[in-house]
């Protein structure tokens, strides 16, 4: 097992020591200089209603933004970030709201972590497309929420054709570097956004499409937790409501699709091509010099008939499938 912590240096919270500093001393607090648009004498409003006299992320009175450009914020984290790893040999950072804070920031963190530790993974909370974040001197990797938004539109609302679907799916792997598209964190939900499963109106066979996908597609799959339990929510406090445990028919799918990525290198390390893109139908392959794996995923409504090239081979794991068509959302995984 790995372990990547999580790090929040855009903003911090207010009992934070500096900010408390700020808030006991004002002015001529030593740390004054580690925020931005303070307003003294710097108050902590008692409610939601009233506006803070300092600037906040995402205007919430509670969470103070730091300012990553002064060399003294810098420094600070950049021990914060080396001493989880050389005290505890943790493995990485996911950094959050990673493209409101200064560039020099991050070069310098990353820099520091990788010094303490040159395999450490640093991912970036970025939102949108992120070449610039990925140069080399930041982040090994981003959050990639365009797979969310991609599956979507695809399987849980239909909005668009297989082939539509296709040339996002061809943008997702060409607007970086290889080896940069084969460590993208893909996932199809977070603590951040509705449950995919909710997105998808609850419907588990447009989902499981969905999740099909993410684990047999270039990347680093994520799972949030609960995700396999089948956890719903459009809103906040429901979608980070706390874990089940329990095991189900939607959980024995997860671990089957995890289990064939774990047994294929190609899926997780393998070349992708697609092989149809039609209507509703979506079939691809990933190969590599020990295996080849076809995936095809019937996302519409109504039945479709495989071409010959699709129904050959060793089924691996289906459903709705009956040797030569896919029924409404059903799937097949075979080895060629």
Same mark, same amino acid.
């Given at each position: ?162 082939? &539509?679907?296709?040339? $996002? ?5 060409? #607007?970086?570097?290889?080896?940069? %598209?084969?460590?993208?964190? +893909? ?69 089957? &699709?995890?289990?064939? $990525? ?5 899926? #997780?390390?393998?070349?992708?091509? %697609?092989?149809?893109?039609? +209507? ?57």
């Amino acid at each position: 097992m790995r372990v990547i912590i999580d790090g929040v240096f855009n903003h911090c919270g207010w009992n934070f020591f500096a900010f408390q500093d700020v808030v006991e001393n004002g002015a001529g607090s030593q740390y004054a200089d580690w925020f931005y648009e303070l307003n003294f004498p710097v108050v902590r409003p008692e409610t939601g209603d009233e506006i803070p006299n300092y600037e906040c992320f995402a205007y919430e009175r509670l969470m103070p933004k730091l300012n990553t450009g002064n060399p003294e914020v810098r420094a600070y984290f950049q021990k914060v970030g080396t001493h989880w790893v050389e005290q505890y040999d943790i493995d990485g950072w996911r950094l959050d709201v990673a493209d409101e804070v200064d560039h020099w920031f991050w070069m310098d963190f990353c820099r520091a972590v990788k010094t303490a530790k040159p395999d450490a993974a640093i991912i970036g909370e970025i939102w949108q497309s992120a070449p610039f974040w990925l140069d080399g001197r930041m982040f090994d990797s981003t959050m990639n929420y365009d797979m969310m938004k991609h599956c979507k539109r695809f399987f849980a609302h239909g909005e668009i054709s297989a082939a &539509a679907f296709d040339a $996002r799916v061809t943008d997702m792997r060409m #607007r970086y570097r290889k080896n940069l %598209t084969y460590g993208q964190l +893909n996932l199809l939900d977070s603590h951040d956004v509705p449950r995919f499963l909710s997105i998808c109106g609850e419907n588990i066979k447009r989902y499981r499409l969905a999740v099909l996908f993410l684990l047999t597609f270039i990347g680093a799959p994520s799972v949030f937790y609960g995700d396999e339990q089948g956890i719903t929510g459009i809103l906040e406090d429901d979608y980070r409501a706390p874990m089940r445990f329990a095991e189900t028919e939607l959980t024995a799918f997860y671990r089957k &699709a995890i289990a064939l $990525r774990n047994e294929f290198s190609c899926l #997780r390390t393998g070349e992708f091509r %697609t092989l149809v893109a039609e +209507n509703g139908l979506y079939a691809f392959e990933r190969y590599d010099g020990t295996a080849r794996i076809c995936v095809a995923l019937n996302a519409q409504e109504k039945p479709v008939e495989l071409p010959p090239e699709l129904t050959a081979g060793e089924t691996l794991f289906s459903d709705n499938f009956d040797g030569k068509t896919l029924a409404s959302f059903g799937y097949r995984v075979a080895r060629m």
